[in-house]
């Protein structure tokens, strides 16, 4: 005959056999980012000469949600971000160099995004408004049916001083160079290149 458990006991064996999860579900941390549904504003003369077959809105779209934020394991013991402080300087962003136009659009409207909702002012003028430059230089490098993009941003100061220098590459699949590399990828770039100057600009600025 079957051996019949009583409802109590039942209970506590289901219990024992449902391990608890040590963290909490992904859903519910928070982003520092949110997405913004407003038209993006031209950042200074970002985009350099290039064609593309793709239009603005188009490119808006293809951007992922956001991949990076600021409470990655390796930035656990900085000091804490202090975003008012960041928000006292204003960013020129010059004109990046080496990438064509459809690769730097979708980095563009990232960066208005994430600038538009942390209430960073950007300024028209490098010589008389800004009070950080950021200087950007992008190359890809193609090996073993994958492309790298290859990314250095020079932080100066107003007499032109560079002041931080951030770097850092990210992989795809593919083997065509630009043509390989899609926005979301240009996204993360964004995402990870201000974290890491509001890092800077948090702890360092006088």
């Not at 520092?32 to 064609?51: D, N, W």
């Amino acid at each position: 005959m079957p051996v019949t458990l009583s409802a109590s006991v039942d209970a506590s064996l289901k219990r024992k056999a449902t391990p608890q999860l040590p963290f909490k579900s992904s859903a519910t941390l928070p982003l520092l980012f949110k997405s913004s549904a407003t038209l993006p504003l031209l950042v200074s003369a970002l985009l350099l000469a290039g064609c593309s077959s793709q239009t603005t809105s188009e490119k808006s779209a293809a951007l992922a949600p956001l991949t990076s934020d600021f409470g990655q394991p390796a930035q656990a013991a900085q000091a804490p971000l202090n975003m008012a402080k960041v928000r006292n300087y204003k960013l020129y962003i010059a004109p990046i160099i080496g990438a064509p136009l459809e690769i730097v659009t979708p980095l563009s409207l990232r960066f208005d995004d994430i600038l538009k909702t942390q209430s960073i002012t950007l300024a028209s003028n490098m010589e008389t408004e800004a009070d950080y430059i950021l200087k950007g230089y992008l190359s890809n490098l193609t090996e073993n049916n994958q492309t790298s993009v290859l990314y250095v941003w020079d932080v100066m100061d107003k007499q032109g001083n560079r002041v931080h220098r951030l770097q850092g590459q990210e992989k795809v699949s593919g083997k065509n160079g630009w043509s390989s590399v899609p926005a979301n990828v240009m996204g993360k770039i964004a995402d990870d290149t201000l974290a890491d100057y509001f890092r800077w600009v948090s702890a360092n600025a006088p």
